[in-house]
Every structure is written in C-alpha cells, then in structure tokens.
C-alpha cells in the first residue's frame, strides 16, 4: 500500500515562504511522474508542479519564478518550496505519486496566505 503523508503547510503573510514536504512509503526510484497540486474552496483542483519521467519538470503558469519542485530520493521525499507567496495561493496542497498506471495521492495540507 502506498502512502503519502505531506506536511509544512500553515498561515503565512503575504510575500513569505513556506517548504512543503511529501513523505512517500515506497522508493522513488520505483515512481513515473510526482507532483503537487491544489485545491482552493470552490474551485477544481489544478496541477502546481510536476516531475515527470526522465524527471522533466513543468510548472503551473501562475507559480513560474516562485514555486520550485525537488526529490529527495534518501529520504524519499518530494518537496514544493513556495515563495513570494501571494493570498490566491491560499489552497488546500495535494501531494500526488502515479507508479504504473495507478495514482496515489496524499491527504493535504492547508497553506493560507494572508495580504
């Protein structure tokens, strides 16, 4: 069974940082593409950040320049590093793994951005 537990949300100001952290059960020596997406309320969830295969990575239009994606494969970890955050980045994050062709996903973790 695969899990995927994130941490390192909370509240922070306006233009603060905060380094999300996603903790996998399984080796990602073992997992096709990672990613980080969220959802704010009453709106669908969008995708932030990706690692696909051959470890290319893409970014969500509206986080170039601040957001940066990041593996860990000691520790089996993905991490999101935000900053510059900005108040419409208030969003529930999801941390994501797809291993052949199943997707597994984390349960959140709430980041608040006050202005």
């Known amino acids: 069974q695969v899990q995927l537990v994130e941490s390192g949300g909370g509240l922070v100001q306006a233009g603060g940082s905060l380094r999300l952290s996603c903790v996998i059960s399984?080796?990602?020596?073992?997992?096709?593409?990672m990613g980080w997406h969220r959802q704010a309320p009453g709106k669908q969830r969008e995708l932030v950040a990706h690692?696909?295969?051959?470890?290319?990575?893409t970014y969500a239009d509206f986080v170039k320049g601040r957001f940066t994606i990041s593996r860990d494969y000691a520790k089996n970890t993905v991490y999101l590093q935000m900053n510059s955050l900005k108040p419409e980045d208030t969003a529930v994050y999801y941390c994501?793994?797809?291993?052949?062709?199943?997707?597994?996903w984390g349960q959140g973790t709430q980041v608040t951005v006050s202005s």
């Open positions: 690692i696909g295969s051959f470890g290319r990575i």
């Open positions: 994501a793994v797809g291993i052949g062709t199943t997707a597994y």
């Open positions: 399984v080796s990602t020596f073992n997992i096709n593409t």
